[in-house]
């Protein structure tokens, strides 16, 4: 009995601090502008030091979400292991933010972090090596895909018009089918009809090419496990983003940090391929053709041999290349896909629209034997002309991302909301950010501006076909240094690929089901259905 009266008192005395540490956090939240200066109000929270961390990983998107709209003040602070994190949702303080960052804000820690913590750098190296990783990983996916000398080649698109007829092959046997269909679990129903798991099929196609472009063929055939790889990593992100021990009890974590050094590996054994063909030198075994990698790659290996980088730092550079990429395109590929096979209407605006730049021509076989249809792809015309289709591709941004900008406050500084106040006696309010703290941008939030926009949880492309403005003027763009993905350019690859699979395939839902906003589940750069979505797959048809 006694033990048993000291834990109710242990608990009651947990709870009263509780309710004391919630009731004094909750005071930190402004009912009101009483002046133009303010703090940041801060959310109310029962536990302190760990304030909101596990909220946030339970379901990090839903929760900043519901407390945006809560909010309404365009800035909050949360509490994340006894950090202070500002949560910006307003365009306006997010643009005053990244036009006027230098000798304020600064990203550099915050990719520092996460480059030791998540992808396996050694802090000492990569403060050693700093002026390289800030150089390569600042700017990665904007210097993939932003057109310049060193993008992805511009067979690119010629892969997407290939592989895109090949999506699936209806062979029954295992071992004629392509590496997405196995992955997927695509089973044939009858000659023309097969059943598969939608997002495994879609992210495994998408990253298959997406790699081929950047790494080339030969990395795929020499590393075929790598998509499993980057499954297992993904799983576990956000366990290595806490740092916590290898004998942490969480098999997701074991697997992450087993898959992270797997792919290392294969990054330094790719890089010393590299080194010996640019120097002339024959190529040792499993390699022996180098000729399709990007230039890209083989430019950042040729600064990283002048630089003398070691493994521990450019491998966890070019990992997150790697992964941001290939999260970044797939992700919103196969929410797309998925938000326009759920509504036919939609659909069937979207394929007239794009077929002009999506043509599907069926070519007369030999010996009455049909060959596959063809495929043409006009990618610049997607994105000029198609404006239903990018609007949806926004709104899957806004719903189905969680693309985020980040950066540390070097100074204490004041930021300025200029938005016009929704009360005449409510001057425009500053706020105060103190050294030290961080600030988040998630850009998800940003688009569109929620007070004008309801309701907010249901998929509604026509909130970027406001009449008399250009959808750009709706959109707030971030800076390459806190980034990891240019975001027009991520836009031309996705559009090119859903327009490619509207063109050629019909895809129906092997069961009732809805998307919905809880249906998600958090994932680093997207986010993933709760459950599999389980697709019938047929090709359409051609005269």
């Not at 036009?99 to 550099?108: A, K, R």
């Not at 994105?383 to 693309?403: F, G």
């Not at 390459?480 to 690929?497: G, Y």
Request: aromatic share 10%; charged share 25%; with cysteine.
């Amino acid at each position: 009995m006694a033990s048993l009266a000291a834990v109710s008192i242990t608990l009651l005395l947990a709870l009263a601090g509780a309710c004391y540490i919630r009731q004094i956090t909750q005071i930190s939240l402004p009912k009101a502008r009483d002046t133009a200066e303010e703090r940041v109000p801060r959310i109310p929270y029962w536990v302190p030091w760990l304030g909101h961390t596990f909220s946030l990983l339970a379901d990090p998107g839903s929760f900043v979400r519901k407390t945006s709209k809560h909010s309404g003040h365009g800035i909050f602070a949360l509490i994340i292991f006894g950090y202070t994190w500002n949560i910006v949702d307003s365009k306006c303080l997010s643009k005053s933010i990244l036009d006027h960052s230098e000798g304020f804000f600064d990203p550099t820690p915050v990719l520092e972090s996460l480059l030791c913590r998540a992808f396996g750098a050694d802090s000492k190296l990569l403060r050693r090596h700093r002026i390289t990783w800030e150089d390569f990983g600042a700017v990665p996916v904007i210097n993939a895909l932003g057109g310049g000398e060193n993008s992805l080649p511009t067979s690119f698109f010629r892969n997407i018009e290939l592989s895109v007829p090949k999506l699936i092959s209806f062979a029954e046997s295992l071992v004629d089918q392509q590496a997405w269909e196995r992955s997927s679990y695509t089973t044939r129903l009858d000659a023309k009809v097969v059943e598969t798991d939608f997002l495994p099929l879609i992210r495994s196609f998408v990253k298959h090419i997406t790699y081929s472009a950047l790494l080339g063929r030969e990395f795929l055939d020499i590393y075929p496990g790598i998509f499993d790889d980057l499954s297992d990593f993904d799983a576990g992100f956000r366990y290595l983003l806490l740092s916590l021990p290898r004998l942490f009890p969480a098999q997701a974590l074991l697997r992450a940090r087993i898959a992270r050094r797997r792919m290392e590996m294969a990054i330094d054994s790719f890089h010393k391929a590299i080194d010996r063909d640019a120097i002339g030198e024959d190529l040792n075994p499993p390699w022996r053709d180098l000729n399709d990698v990007c230039g890209l790659m083989k430019d950042r290996s040729s600064l990283y041999r002048q630089r003398g980088t070691p493994p521990r730092v450019k491998g966890p550079l070019d990992l997150y290349l790697i992964w941001s990429l290939g999260t970044a395109i797939s992700g919103l590929v196969f929410w797309l896909l998925v938000r326009l096979y759920d509504d036919p209407t939609l659909l069937d605006k979207v394929r007239a629209e794009s077929a002009p730049f999506a043509r599907v021509t069926q070519p007369s076989g030999d010996f009455s034997i049909p060959e596959p249809p063809r495929l043409e792809l006009d990618a610049d015309g997607l994105l000029k002309s198609c404006k239903l289709l990018r609007a949806c591709y926004w709104e899957c941004v806004r719903l189905d991302s969680s693309v985020v900008s980040l950066r540390k406050v070097e100074n204490d500084c004041e930021v300025r909301d200029t938005r016009a106040s929704t009360k005449s006696d409510e001057p425009p309010a500053s706020y105060t950010l103190k050294a030290g703290e961080y600030i988040a941008i998630p850009f998800a939030l940003l688009l569109p501006d929620a007070a004008c926009f309801e309701p907010l949880d249901l998929f509604r492309p026509d909130r970027f076909l406001t009449p008399g403005e250009d959808l750009d003027s709706l959109l707030c763009w971030g800076d390459s240094k806190s980034v990891p993905l240019d975001m027009r350019s991520v836009e031309k690859q996705v559009l090119a690929f859903v327009a490619g699979i509207l063109a050629l395939w019909e895809f129906n839902s092997a069961a009732p089901r809805a998307h919905t906003e809880s249906e998600h589940q958090a994932y680093p750069g997207s986010m993933d259905p709760q459950r599999y979505v389980r697709m019938r797959v047929r090709r359409r048809s051609f005269s």
